[in-house]
């Protein structure tokens, strides 16, 4: 891509997409002629769906959001990683691995399909990833608990046997014209896992599988690959047919959730691949509107690999007082953990104060510390992940000459107590930092 197409356009008219990356501000330009729009840019709440890519509304800066949409009917806005060459795969596989991490990650992420798509192929190697990996996980969860039975009606022409009720005209038909005195043609209600919402399903799956062995160089394909056979041995007795009229007219029944969900990318799924299993390769030049908080992503990446290794001592968003959660704590050895977002922005990483201090409201916070077994009076250590390394020299006495590195981990195997490898914050007792970097991709091995 044109570099003068990532550092915004310096002319007096707005570009039809404007690129940014993580943090990155629009030029001078754009600004003057983006505050004339009367666009409603406004910070991103909790859980909330972002606005326009949660660009703040004072400084026309991206945020830790990355993704495309429209600015207005003609201008698009596009925000990309900050961080090049990010194993998405990978990251995915590991946000939607364990049933919590999943769930959660699932508000952090959206694809709109009904809104026209923006041309660009930035993301052509993260958006059909994202929606087949999350919904091999939903059908993980839904086979987990057994296929939906329901009630569906069957045309058969039996031998020797009647069942429901006769079709007289079909019977006439097929039987008394052609004299097969042996067969009655019936319809009859079936009790079956062969129903429209599991077709539709299974229909998906194999579009799945059909793309996943595409990626079969990738490290994550074979773990995929195996799980998709897994799934694939619940949906034995459901056939694959089905009509594309029924998929337009199909509505979803919202008290299984599961379903619904899954349903709803199913159909995403085949229509990103325009219905056609024979040609599963996808136009690169539009890609949907779409985002991922890719502070969430990192944070249940981070999550996934510490379960790996310690399994249920490992807590995940751990609910505090005041509607507040804390990312982890290590209940074997009493540690608070929470992992910030924040890869290296112009060689600047100060600020760590504030991370300091969001970090000893949780180790204070009754519930939290209920949760570790302990109580009120007890101090805990205090750890944050960073994606990079983090060096506060802002807040560094210049008296200090202790080393501010931080340690970095890219495996937690074999290591019993994290704070055996983080490095201590220098002036707060107890607390410590541990960068874990975000999975980097080998452009050569991968497709």
Request: proline content about 3%; some cysteine.
């Amino acid at each position: 891509m044109d570099e003068s197409i990532l550092n915004n356009n310096t002319t007096t008219t707005l570009p039809d997409i404007i690129y940014l990356k993580e943090h990155e501000s629009f030029n001078d330009d754009s600004i003057k002629i983006i505050k004339t729009l009367d666009i409603d840019f406004c910070e991103t709440k909790y859980e909330c769906a972002p606005k326009y890519l949660g660009i703040h509304p004072e400084k026309f800066c991206a945020s830790y959001i990355i993704g495309a949409e429209w600015l207005t009917d003609n201008h698009a806005i596009v925000v990309m990683p900050k961080i090049p060459n990010l194993d998405f795969i990978e990251m995915f596989v590991c946000a939607l691995k364990f049933e919590p991490a999943a769930e959660y990650f699932s508000k952090f992420y959206s694809i709109d399909f009904k809104s026209k798509p923006i041309k660009t192929d930035i993301f052509n190697s993260q958006i059909t990833p994202l929606i087949i990996i999350h919904f091999i996980a939903l059908l993980r969860k839904i086979t987990k608990r057994g296929l939906k039975k329901s009630y569906v009606m069957r045309d058969e022409n039996l031998q020797s046997k009647i069942k429901g009720k006769i079709k007289i005209s079909q019977h006439i038909k097929h039987n008394i014209m052609s004299c097969r005195e042996d067969r009655v043609y019936c319809q009859y209600q079936e009790y079956t896992v062969d129903n429209l919402e599991n077709r539709i399903l299974k229909k998906a799956l194999l579009y799945s599988e059909s793309y996943i062995y595409g990626l079969s160089t990738h490290k994550s394909s074979k773990q995929l690959i195996t799980t998709i056979n897994y799934i694939k041995s619940y949906f034995i007795d459901v056939s694959d047919k089905v009509e594309l009229s029924e998929l337009k007219t199909f509505t979803t029944n919202k008290l299984y959730k599961e379903y619904a969900d899954g349903l709803r990318i199913a159909k995403m799924i085949l229509k990103r691949f325009n219905y056609s299993i024979s040609d599963t390769k996808i136009n690169d030049d539009f890609t949907p509107v779409f985002w991922i908080d890719m502070a969430r992503l990192y944070e249940v990446y981070v999550y996934s690999k510490l379960y790996e290794q310690y399994g249920e001592k490992i807590k995940f968003q751990v609910p505090g007082y005041w509607r507040t959660a804390v990312d982890f704590i290590d209940t074997e050895n009493k540690i608070v953990i929470d992992t910030k977002y924040k890869p290296k922005y112009n060689e600047s990483n100060g600020g760590i104060i504030a991370d300091v201090r969001q970090i000893s409201a949780y180790a204070r916070d009754c519930k939290i510390l209920n949760a570790m077994g302990l109580d009120q009076n007890n101090i805990v250590d205090c750890l944050i992940i960073y994606p990079e390394k983090m060096i506060d020299n802002i807040h560094k006495d210049s008296n200090d000459t202790s080393d501010d590195e931080c340690n970095e981990l890219i495996s937690f195997k074999n290591v019993s107590n994290l704070l055996n490898n983080a490095s201590a914050i220098n002036g707060y007792k107890r607390f410590y930092k541990l960068s874990f970097p975000m999975p980097i991709q080998n452009i050569n091995n991968t497709n």
